[in-house]
């Protein structure tokens, strides 16, 4: 459900933040501009530049980043920042090298599981291992791009190039194209090295369904360091259910018969193979003799003389590292990962095999999510506490030193820190605690890139030393005069934040945004949800125009972070275990009948918005309490959650064959035919996520049933409604339909006699 929490941010805009500066602002020309839902979802962005897929060359001279352009801020090219000269130029303009060429399907759904589908341009890029060139995928085909600013086109062919990688050293390049693993020398033609099967249902070197979807694992193959091996996935999908799927377009509808994983059914055969570059000396790895598991992890040890998979069960209670001889295939477990009692195995990139053939491991084995050292047979817990590591950030092994984001200091503003593998208590503090942070850094961590926000300034980037000392503005994101949001300052509003307590005494986290409030004046309540396990939505990070431009509209904006959500530990998370629909459900309540207690809120006006889990939770809202809300608002709702996929929904509800029971309790629809409150349904219809048969029964059964409802649907789109005009239709109708329903602001009119 990696999925559903994207999908929700995406589909609201509450945006992903982007960039500022260190102290409020003081030299703007206070504008009262009004904030338009036009100029929030048009170009440039209101939250300024918003630069993605930032990294550091091999040598570390360069940064490079994906820069999006003023006039059409979904369209990115690739820019340098040469640390020796300060200077920034444009490494590969995306619309000159272009050739307009329609990406593949397989490209297309691939994007989807990234949640970028909607961006153009170039959304990817890996740097050579000699620093001198970088590869650029492009429209479906291939490009070389020299320091001296020179294009070389590698590929031109009407399918895509998919997962193309750059081998460890450089020397070699590789995709997938027709279900086949393509290699070659660079400056060589690639050719295929796995089989041509007969079946189209078997592919090789590309990650399944769950495992893009679900399990963020976005490739099927993986290099060895001296580029001596390469392991590849081969996917057999034959076992999986067929789901007939209707992309309903504005003109027309197509009809997809798509292999889909549903809770309960088989899922795809992983096998795993190591090869040759050429494709020869193959050998099958040894993934155990039960074969309904999955494929989390892939990695070579540093030396490339073992290969580690991390083997996790099909209820995902525990994970096997397998230690695996890459010359034969065969396997021992290294050791096993156990969920604690009642809860599951959060995968994680959290971890780091040494030179020195130690680990650097992520688990929440004491409750919280901390770092271990496994070595020599032995654990070595690195960070203790009743707060989360949240990530690992890099590892300084010459140095010893380990860097990582945790929730230390504040739960909801993230910060950064090093430790010392000698003494691990010694921990240093990184980052300004006067933001929420975001950190990574490149492979040898020599360098800090930095990028942080607060609630009243859009993120900033920079790059810093491995001290935290800030060594040069990569976006300083200055609200000065000239910044798109300059005009908008006048109203914008902060944020206020606390916790109200949950049935059991549990702290939940809120944040609130008001207009000024006037002695004596209450005001409507736009309660925005997602309340499935994930995602943090309350944090001290920028919230973004949307959020504001609701504000402006006369609305309290108002969030909640329920039992289930992310980084508040294993007690925190495990109440929503085998009881989706319930726990969040009642949380989410405390929320709104604690916004009744304060004067100022129109208790009559408190509306209920979520998108995906939180179109769910909307419909559960609705029917465990009526009256509690004005209305609802239900964007994408999984509305049964047999048909959703395997690895989501069997992490926290089980099978259907033996939590039959918890299933029942979960579903929305029974629930939603006695809705008694106005409820706005809203669904993209060609969704390949929550398929729009999940819209589609709740509809006929309602009809069915004379319960009264609005709906919104949007033809030809998938999970992610969104886009400069259709943006503005959805949140149009969204405030139409509350005004229509009385829970809106109060219009002030003429005075009568």
Same mark, same amino acid.
């Given at each position: 459900? =990696?999925?559903?929490?994207? &999908?929700?941010?995406?589909?609201?805009?509450?945006?992903?933040?982007?960039?500022?500066?260190?102290?409020?602002? %003081?030299?703007?020309?206070?504008?009262?501009?009004?904030?338009?839902?036009?100029?929030?979802?048009?170009?440039?962005?209101?939250?300024?530049?918003?630069?993605?897929?930032?990294?550091?060359?091999?040598?570390?001279?360069?940064?490079?980043?994906? $820069?999006?352009?003023?006039?059409?801020?979904?369209?990115?090219?690739?820019?340098?920042?040469?640390?020796? %000269?300060?200077?920034?130029?444009?490494?590969?303009?995306?619309?000159?090298?272009?050739?307009?060429?329609?990406?593949?399907?397989?490209?297309?759904? !691939? =994007?989807? $599981?990234?949640?970028?589908?909607?961006?153009?341009?170039?959304?990817?890029?890996?740097?050579?291992?000699?620093?001198?060139?970088?590869?650029?995928?492009?429209?479906?085909?291939?490009?070389?791009?020299?320091?001296?600013?020179?294009?070389? $086109?590698?590929?031109?062919?009407?399918?895509?190039?998919?997962?193309?990688?750059?081998?460890?050293?450089?020397?070699?390049?590789?995709?997938?194209?027709? =279900? !086949?693993?393509?290699?070659?020398?660079?400056?060589? #033609?690639?050719?295929?090295?796995?089989?041509?099967?007969?079946?189209?249902?078997?592919?090789?070197?590309?990650?399944?369904?769950?495992? #893009?979807?679900?399990?963020?694992?976005?490739?099927?193959?993986?290099?060895?360091?001296?580029?001596?091996?390469?392991?590849?996935?081969?996917?057999?999908?034959?076992?999986?259910?067929?789901?007939?799927?209707?992309?309903?377009?504005?003109?027309?509808?197509?009809?997809?018969?798509?292999?889909?994983?549903? @809770?309960?059914?088989?899922?795809?055969?992983?096998?795993?193979?190591?090869?040759?570059?050429?494709?020869?000396?193959? *050998?099958?790895?040894?993934?155990?003799?039960?074969?309904? /598991?999955?494929?989390?992890?892939?990695?070579?040890?540093?030396?490339?003389? &073992?290969?580690?998979?991390?083997?996790?069960?099909?209820?995902?209670?525990? /994970?096997?590292?397998?230690?695996?001889?890459? &010359?034969?295939?065969?396997?021992?477990?290294?050791?096993?990962?156990?969920?604690?009692?009642?809860?599951?195995?959060?995968?994680?990139?959290?971890?780091?095999?040494?030179?020195?053939?130690?680990?650097?491991?992520?688990?929440?084995?004491?409750?919280?999510?901390?770092?271990?050292?496994?070595?020599?047979?032995?654990?070595?817990?690195?960070?203790?506490?009743?707060?989360?590591?949240?990530?690992?950030?890099?590892?300084?092994?010459?140095?010893?030193?380990?860097?990582?984001?945790?929730?230390?200091?504040?739960?909801?503003?993230?910060?950064?820190?090093?430790?010392?593998?000698?003494?691990?208590?010694?921990?240093?503090?990184?980052?300004?605690?006067?933001?929420?942070?975001?950190?990574?850094?490149?492979?040898?961590?020599?360098?800090?890139?930095?990028?942080?926000?607060?609630?009243?300034?859009?993120?900033? *980037?920079?790059?810093?030393?491995?001290?935290?000392?800030?060594?040069?503005?990569?976006?300083?994101?200055?609200?000065?005069?000239?910044?798109?949001? @300059?005009?908008?300052?006048?109203?914008?509003?902060?944020?206020?934040?606390?916790?109200?307590?949950?049935?059991?005494?549990?702290?939940?986290?809120?944040?609130?945004?008001?207009?000024?409030?006037?002695?004596?004046?209450?005001?409507?309540?736009?309660?925005?949800?997602?309340?499935?396990?994930?995602?943090?939505?309350?944090?001290?990070?920028?919230?973004?125009?949307? @959020?504001? @431009? /609701?504000?402006? =509209?006369?609305?309290?904006?108002?969030?909640?972070?329920?039992?289930?959500?992310?980084?508040?530990?294993?007690?925190?998370?495990?109440?929503?275990?085998?009881?989706?629909?319930?726990?969040?459900?009642?949380?989410?309540?405390?929320?709104?009948?604690?916004?009744? %207690?304060?004067?100022?809120?129109?208790?009559?006006?408190?509306?209920?918005?979520?998108?995906?889990?939180?179109?769910?939770?909307?419909?559960?809202?609705?029917?465990?309490?009526?009256?509690?809300?004005?209305?609802?608002?239900?964007?994408?709702?999984?509305?049964?959650?047999?048909?959703?996929?395997?690895?989501?929904?069997?992490?926290?509800?089980?099978?259907?064959?033996?939590?039959?029971?918890?299933?029942?309790?979960?579903?929305?629809?029974?629930?939603?035919?006695? /809705?008694?409150?106005?409820?706005?349904?809203?669904?993209?219809?060609?969704?390949?996520?929550?398929?729009?048969?999940?819209?589609?029964?709740?509809?006929?059964?309602? !009809?069915?049933?004379?319960?009264?409802?609005?709906?919104?649907?949007?033809?030809?789109?998938?999970?992610?409604?969104?886009?400069?005009?259709?943006?503005?239709?959805?949140?149009?109708?969204?405030?139409?339909?509350?005004? $229509?329903?009385?829970?809106?602001?109060?219009?002030?009119?003429?005075?009568?006699?």
């Amino acid at each position: 459900m =990696r999925t559903l929490i994207a &999908a929700m941010l995406l589909a609201s805009t509450v945006a992903a933040p982007v960039l500022a500066q260190e102290a409020p602002v %003081t030299d703007v020309a206070q504008q009262d501009a009004a904030l338009t839902l036009e100029r929030v979802f048009g170009s440039p962005s209101l939250n300024g530049p918003a630069p993605r897929g930032a990294q550091i060359s091999p040598d570390g001279r360069y940064l490079t980043l994906l $820069r999006n352009r003023e006039d059409d801020r979904e369209r990115y090219d690739l820019w340098g920042y040469d640390r020796e %000269t300060r200077e920034w130029r444009m490494l590969v303009d995306s619309e000159a090298l272009g050739s307009g060429r329609a990406l593949s399907e397989a490209e297309k759904m !691939q =994007r989807e $599981r990234l949640r970028i589908g909607s961006l153009k341009g170039i959304v990817d890029y890996q740097w050579a291992a000699d620093g001198q060139a970088l590869l650029v995928p492009l429209e479906g085909d291939l490009y070389l791009a020299r320091l001296d600013g020179s294009v070389q $086109r590698l590929t031109d062919t009407e399918e895509s190039e998919l997962n193309p990688t750059l081998s460890q050293t450089g020397a070699w390049v590789s995709f997938v194209r027709d =279900r !086949q693993l393509w290699t070659g020398r660079l400056g060589q #033609q690639p050719a295929p090295v796995t089989p041509e099967e007969a079946s189209e249902l078997v592919t090789w070197g590309e990650a399944e369904f769950v495992a #893009q979807e679900e399990m963020d694992r976005h490739t099927g193959f993986w290099w060895s360091p001296d580029d001596a091996r390469i392991a590849v996935a081969r996917v057999d999908e034959s076992p999986v259910g067929v789901v007939t799927r209707a992309a309903i377009g504005a003109t027309g509808t197509r009809v997809y018969d798509q292999r889909y994983p549903a @809770a309960g059914t088989p899922n795809a055969d992983v096998r795993l193979f190591v090869m040759n570059p050429d494709g020869a000396a193959q *050998v099958e790895v040894d993934l155990g003799a039960d074969k309904d /598991i999955y494929v989390a992890r892939v990695d070579w040890a540093p030396d490339g003389q &073992a290969l580690y998979v991390q083997r996790q069960d099909r209820l995902q209670t525990k /994970i096997d590292m397998l230690k695996v001889d890459p &010359a034969t295939g065969a396997s021992e477990v290294l050791f096993t990962e156990r969920a604690a009692e009642g809860h599951w195995i959060n995968l994680t990139n959290n971890y780091r095999f040494m030179k020195d053939g130690s680990l650097i491991w992520w688990s929440e084995r004491d409750g919280f999510g901390h770092l271990y050292r496994f070595a020599g047979g032995s654990w070595t817990q690195l960070t203790d506490g009743e707060w989360m590591v949240t990530r690992l950030v890099g590892v300084d092994e010459d140095g010893g030193r380990v860097f990582f984001s945790a929730t230390k200091d504040n739960v909801l503003a993230q910060q950064t820190y090093v430790l010392d593998l000698v003494n691990p208590s010694a921990q240093t503090l990184l980052t300004d605690k006067a933001f929420s942070n975001a950190v990574q850094m490149d492979g040898a961590a020599r360098s800090l890139l930095v990028s942080r926000s607060n609630d009243t300034q859009p993120t900033q *980037v920079y790059l810093a030393d491995t001290t935290g000392e800030r060594l040069a503005w990569i976006e300083e994101n200055r609200l000065d005069a000239s910044h798109p949001y @300059a005009p908008f300052l006048a109203s914008h509003r902060s944020a206020t934040y606390g916790t109200v307590p949950a049935e059991d005494g549990t702290p939940l986290h809120w944040m609130m945004i008001t207009p000024e409030l006037a002695a004596g004046k209450t005001y409507p309540v736009f309660f925005q949800h997602y309340g499935g396990p994930g995602p943090q939505g309350v944090t001290r990070g920028w919230k973004g125009a949307l @959020a504001q @431009a /609701i504000v402006d =509209r006369g609305y309290i904006y108002f969030e909640l972070d329920n039992r289930g959500s992310a980084n508040r530990g294993v007690a925190f998370e495990k109440p929503i275990y085998r009881a989706m629909g319930t726990v969040e459900v009642a949380d989410q309540k405390a929320g709104a009948e604690y916004l009744k %207690t304060l004067d100022f809120v129109n208790d009559d006006k408190i509306s209920t918005y979520g998108w995906s889990y939180g179109g769910y939770m909307t419909l559960k809202q609705l029917a465990a309490d009526p009256g509690l809300y004005a209305a609802g608002i239900s964007g994408a709702p999984v509305t049964r959650w047999e048909l959703y996929d395997t690895h989501y929904t069997e992490r926290f509800m089980g099978l259907p064959s033996t939590d039959g029971a918890a299933y029942e309790r979960s579903a929305a629809i029974e629930g939603a035919l006695g /809705i008694t409150d106005p409820m706005l349904l809203i669904h993209g219809m060609a969704d390949d996520n929550v398929v729009f048969e999940n819209a589609s029964e709740l509809i006929a059964r309602m !009809q069915g049933e004379a319960v009264p409802f609005e709906m919104m649907l949007y033809p030809g789109f998938t999970h992610r409604v969104g886009g400069p005009k259709v943006s503005v239709h959805v949140w149009t109708s969204i405030f139409n339909f509350l005004d $229509r329903n009385g829970a809106g602001p109060e219009v002030s009119g003429p005075a009568t006699e």
